[in-house]
């Protein structure tokens, strides 16, 4: 089954406690992305890979690592969380012109 | 830069009633424009999608249209059913190497019965 995996689901943490959300697709995607999702503002792009070793920031990076080690895995780092990195994460992949395919979201929670 | 607006940012509508919801993109170079509907707690799924060289695709109720001149392009759902009610987003892939897909701000659809 063609699927995007997430973890965590759920995560409520410290301010400036690092810590990693894990994306994994089964679809040998080139294209993998990070999206906030805010009340009133939509799917926001975090980070953006076309491939292996290859990554971009998106309109909202601040805040944010990632890495593009292998095909199937694109991480979010967040090397030292803040209240405002509160919100609503996913993980998407697609092929070339094709339709992307979304993780179940991580709902990260920075008190 | 890479843009798309989208409005209404919420729709309300009695069931059985059309809903039209639009989009525009600020890349010509834009070649591929899927709509995703997300309800409430699940991710974005693909209801729709067309591509640059098509003006218009249905699927059933759900239909959509492009107007590359005017850079715009819009989701039309005839007959609502409650079970429409959810968050529509439209998006845009800037194509070329990169393959952008650039998400607008979402709709909030509310079919009332």
């Known amino acids: 089954e063609a699927q995007v995996t997430q973890n965590p689901r759920y995560l409520i943490t410290v301010t400036g406690k690092k810590l990693t959300v894990t994306c994994s697709q089964n679809m040998n995607h080139e294209y993998m992305s990070w999206y906030r999702q805010d009340p009133g503002l939509g799917l926001r792009q975090i980070y953006y890979s076309m491939n292996v070793e290859v990554t971009d920031k998106g309109d909202v990076p601040e805040g944010y690592k990632v890495s593009r080690k292998e095909k199937r895995n694109f991480p979010l780092i967040l090397e030292s969380p803040s209240p405002n990195q509160t919100s609503l994460y996913f993980c998407a992949s697609w092929g070339f012109g094709t339709e992307a395919f979304f993780g179940q979201g991580t709902r990260l929670t920075v008190v | 830069g890479e843009n798309v607006e989208q409005h209404p940012s919420t729709l309300s509508v009695q069931e059985g009633d059309s809903a039209v919801i639009k989009c525009t993109y600020s890349?010509?170079?834009?070649?591929?424009f899927p709509w995703y509907k997300q309800e409430l707690g699940k991710r974005p799924q693909l209801i729709i999608d067309i591509r640059s060289n098509v003006g218009e695709k249905k699927d059933q109720r759900i239909a959509v249209t492009l107007n590359k001149t005017a850079k715009h392009f819009s989701l039309h759902i005839t007959e609502t059913q409650p079970e429409d009610s959810a968050v529509y987003f439209c998006a845009a892939s800037y194509g070329g190497a990169t393959n952008k897909l650039i998400f607008g701000t979402g709709t909030l659809l509310a079919v009332q019965p």
């Open positions: 890349d010509s170079a834009s070649n591929y």
